[in-house]
C-alpha cells in the first residue's frame, strides 16, 4: 500500500496499529474505512477522483504513486491539453 499512496502507521497504547492516508484513518483499532474510485467532470474531461467512501471525502495523498499520476494528470496532461485548445482557437481565427 504505501507504493500506492503516501501512508503513516502509528502503534497505539493496545498493541495495535492506526493506518493514516493524509489525516484520514484507513485501519484503527481493527476498523476499516474504504475507499471509492468515483468519476467526475473537470474542465469539460471526465477524470476519476479517490474519495473515503463513508464522508466522500478526498483521499489526499502527496506521495507514492498516485499522487505521481494525479500530478501528471492534472499539471502535464492537463497543460497539454490547455496548450492544443489555445492552437485551436488560433487556427479558428
Known amino acids: 500500500m504505501a507504493q500506492k499512496i503516501d501512508i503513516r502507521v502509528e502503534e497505539q497504547a493496545s498493541g495495535g496499529v492506526a493506518v493514516f492516508a493524509g489525516e484520514s484513518f484507513l485501519v484503527f483499532e481493527g476498523i476499516k474505512r474504504e475507499v471509492k474510485a468515483e468519476a467526475v467532470a ?7 477522483s479517490i474519495l473515503m467512501s463513508e464522508t466522500n471525502a478526498p483521499l489526499n495523498s502527496s506521495g507514492g504513486e498516485l ?8 499539471q502535464i496532461a492537463g497543460d497539454f491539453i490547455d496548450n492544443i485548445d489555445d492552437f485551436a482557437r488560433a487556427l479558428t481565427f
Open 67 to 74: 499522487a505521481g499520476l494525479v500530478l501528471a494528470r492534472d
Open 42 to 48: 473537470t474542465n469539460g474531461l471526465s477524470t476519476t
